[in-house]
């Protein structure tokens, strides 16, 4: 049986890549991954957000270490930021180079490394540029800019994902992803739009963090951090819709928890099918897992390859295409059709 798959240009033994998290920040667990069947490695982010928090940190253990005499002049004018700018963010990167480094020396899958973008900034460049010629194989871009940033339209918003896209696109040979959220006003023609950018991949979708209250302590708190199957729904969906609408390859993302959810997302069309949350609930060798249960469903079926039914319940080549167009909820009812709930 064949489960190899080609994702944006590269071969992936596999179709389930391991998705960026936690789990994908050690060489050693990277290991762990490709032994126990992932298709590729998508590491952790290289997360500019977290490299501003401890920026605030930085400067003030600076601050009291050097003096501000240690911090560089910049117009004329001393400059933490430039001292930041040459110091953490340096590390921060050389970390990352080295995590690249050892993943590619410890594994034969292709190793896919990630940059958040979270604002517009124009290190995602020279970021892109330092990754590629670490080793990486691919590049994927986490892109979201939050909609309760009020300062900047919608237009601006939408522009930045062109920009970046091609900026990167044109700065790299390596194939790039762009990993979206759900949240855009005219979601299937921006994913259409996006995909002719230069770009090699689209990753439906990014799962975030939501907020919850403790009405005892009458606090904020986390709400789940992982997905649970039910959320699967909503990639499902759009892998569906999009599947043959892009001009790139499509990899699923959320709520990949069994390997029936593998199996949908390449009935709906995706080329790869990403999984995180599953391997927090239970362990890394749960890849292995669902492999076993995507090959003795396909054995079942009499498929030996995936083409053989991959993207057969997508919108284009499904008996009712309507179905995912379909908004109100409905149901048969007492013989009559499409009774609204
Ligand atoms: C603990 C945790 C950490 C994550 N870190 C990242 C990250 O650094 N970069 C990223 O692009 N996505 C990150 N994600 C999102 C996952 O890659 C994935 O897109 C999301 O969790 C939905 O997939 P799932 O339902 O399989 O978890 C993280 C998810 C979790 C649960």
Not at 286 to 307: F, N, V
Not at 313 to 327: H, I, K
């Amino acid at each position: 049986m064949d489960i190899t798959t080609n994702y944006m240009g590269l071969m992936l033994p596999t179709p389930i890549i391991a998705g960026s998290s936690g789990m994908t920040g050690s060489v050693k667990q990277v290991k762990v991954l490709a032994d126990n069947g992932a298709g590729a490695v998508v590491l952790k982010s290289i997360f500019e957000e977290e490299v501003m928090n401890e920026y605030a940190d930085f400067i003030q253990t600076a601050k009291k270490k050097y003096g501000e005499s240690r911090y560089f002049d910049y117009d004329g004018q001393r400059n933490p930021i430039e001292y930041y700018d040459y110091v953490i963010r340096e590390e921060n990167l050389k970390k990352y180079i080295e995590l690249i480094e050892g993943s590619k020396a410890a594994v034969d899958i292709p190793v896919i490394a990630s940059i958040n973008c979270f604002f517009y900034s124009v290190e995602w460049l020279s970021y892109a540029v330092n990754l590629q010629r670490a080793g990486a194989d691919a590049l994927e871009l986490n892109m979201f800019f939050p909609p309760t940033d009020f300062k900047h339209s919608r237009e601006e918003k939408e522009a930045l994902y062109f920009e970046i896209a091609e900026k990167v696109t044109q700065a790299v040979s390596v194939p790039v992803a762009l990993k979206i959220s759900p949240y855009f006003t005219n979601l299937g023609p921006m994913i259409q739009r996006l995909s002719e950018t230069g770009i090699k991949g689209m990753v439906l979708f990014n799962r975030f963090f939501s907020p919850d209250f403790d009405i005892d302590k009458m606090e904020v708190k986390p709400s789940f951090v992982f997905s649970s199957p039910t959320d699967l729904s909503l990639s499902l969906r759009w892998i569906a819709v999009m599947a043959n609408k892009v001009n790139c390859d499509l990899a699923a993302s959320t709520g990949v928890h069994d390997a029936a959810a593998v199996i949908k997302q390449l009935l709906a069309g995706a080329d790869a099918v990403q999984v995180a949350s599953c391997l927090y609930k239970n362990g890394l060798q749960h890849l292995k897992t669902l492999i076993d249960g995507l090959e003795t469903w396909m054995t079942a079926k009499r498929y030996s390859e995936l083409s053989d039914f991959r993207g057969k319940l997508s919108q284009e080549r499904s008996a009712d295409p309507a179905v995912y167009e379909r908004a109100q909820f409905m149901r048969y009812f007492g013989g009559k059709k499409n009774v609204i709930l």
